[in-house]
């Protein structure tokens, strides 16, 4: 019984993860504005992960800066 238990859990985790990856590229796939775009995959990010923060980070080659 036990392990059904944990089982079903898993599989509703996955489900709500599922669920989420969907909505969230059917949302960007809409989005025009780069800036936008950003700041609603770093919010879908926080969202999945369940991290207390979340940000976007970019590595500029040229200057070997990582940006954020």
């Known amino acids: 019984m036990r392990r059904h238990q944990v ?4 599989l509703r985790r996955r489900e709500r993860e599922l669920g989420v990856l ?3 590229a059917r949302e960007l796939a ?4 780069i800036d ?3 700041g609603r995959l770093v919010s ?3 969202e999945m992960m369940g991290t207390d923060v979340t940000y976007l ?3 500029d080659p040229a200057t070997r800066e990582l940006n954020v």
């Open 7 to 10: 089982e079903l859990t898993r």
């Open 22 to 24: 969907f909505s969230s």
């Open 57 to 59: 980070s970019e590595f």
């Open 44 to 46: 879908r990010a926080h």
């Open 36 to 38: 936008a775009l950003l």
């Open 30 to 33: 809409e989005l025009r504005d």
